[in-house]
């Protein structure tokens, strides 16, 4: 029996010097940028839409005015005419510029090609996609017409890093769903996937009792209330990347807590076996959920 449970440590130690070695290189990325879906129903025949934030792109200056920043593109042709132009500046006096028509003026800061026109859907909507920098969490919509009809929304919030909004041009109506599904489906799955596979080695490691289940539960309970609202909160409002830079020192310190924590109260198993749970249960749980941190972003952003 002491021989089995020396063989499982090993294999566990080993998956996570792997895990350790190899994620990384893949969390590397700088993840998903912010952006903003706009769909349209029921759109005029000829128009443009863009995002009005407070931000104007045509007070930044390079530190070299001579060259073209490395990050800056040619500036392109704008497909409207001065009426058109005039209405996405009419709350310009009151602190609101057309960001990627700026762009597009100045030639700074086009990454992807500005969908101002939007892209044709199969039930007849039109899409359009647009990348938030600054002022990503406030903006408004405006909508143009060709013969220069202006509409202009309220100002929106966005509370997640991908925001979906509807518009419907017919009515009016904008419609932005609640993400309070998106949270609950997050806490949801990183509780019960930690309790499933921490409870799975608390079995292994031979450490069950009627104690020790109450209080494996209350701990990794409570425990992911806080993971959830220090890291989940953080990955559905800013993106995974955010996540994984505060996940280190967060799973460092529940490491250390529920270790203590078990060693004090559990009524089965000696001190050292406790501790050696306590160390592998939190190590195998915190590289398998950051391993799959993208994955769960990328689901839930389904739901956004």
């Not at 500036?75 to 762009?103: I, N």
């Not at 041009?169 to 799955?189: P, W």
């Not at 310190?253 to 406790?274: D, F, H, Q, W």
């Not at 939190?282 to 839930?300: E, M, P």
Request: contains cysteine; negative net charge.
């Amino acid at each position: 029996m002491k021989q089995m449970k020396k063989r499982l440590c090993s294999v566990v130690l080993c998956c996570i010097l792997f895990g350790l070695l190899f994620p990384a290189a893949a969390l590397a990325d700088m993840g998903p940028k912010p952006y903003v879906n706009i769909i349209v129903e029921n759109p005029p025949e000829d128009y443009y839409l863009d995002l009005l934030t407070q931000f104007d792109y045509r007070t930044i200056t390079t530190s070299e005015p001579t060259e073209v920043a490395q990050w800056e593109r040619q500036k392109e042709p704008l497909e409207f005419d001065d009426t058109v132009l005039q209405q996405f500046y009419s709350l310009e006096g009151e602190g609101w510029y057309p960001m990627y028509v700026q762009m597009m003026q100045t030639g700074k800061y086009v990454w992807s090609q500005p969908e101002l026109r939007g892209t044709l859907q199969e039930d007849g909507t039109v899409k359009h996609t647009f990348f938030r920098f600054h002022g990503k969490n406030e903006f408004r919509m405006i909508l143009v017409t060709a013969d220069g009809e202006a509409r202009i929304s309220d100002v929106l919030k966005s509370s997640t890093v991908w925001t979906n909004v509807t518009y419907d041009y017919a009515t009016g109506e904008i419609r932005k769903s609640s993400n309070d599904g998106v949270y609950l489906m997050q806490f949801a799955i990183t509780c019960i996937g930690t309790l499933v596979l921490e409870g799975i080695l608390l079995i292994l490691f031979g450490l069950i009792s009627g104690r020790n289940l109450k209080l494996f539960f209350m701990v990794n309970v409570l425990t992911q209330i806080v993971l959830f609202i220090i890291v989940g909160v953080s990955m559905i409002q800013e993106g995974p990347l955010g996540a994984i830079l505060i996940l280190f020192p967060v799973e460092a310190v529940i490491l250390i807590a529920e270790t203590l924590i078990y060693r004090r109260y559990m009524n089965t198993g000696s001190k050292a076996r406790i501790t050696a749970y306590g160390i592998i249960a939190n190590l195998t749980s915190w590289i398998l959920g950051t391993y799959f941190l993208y994955d769960l972003f990328y689901f839930l952003a389904r739901f956004m």
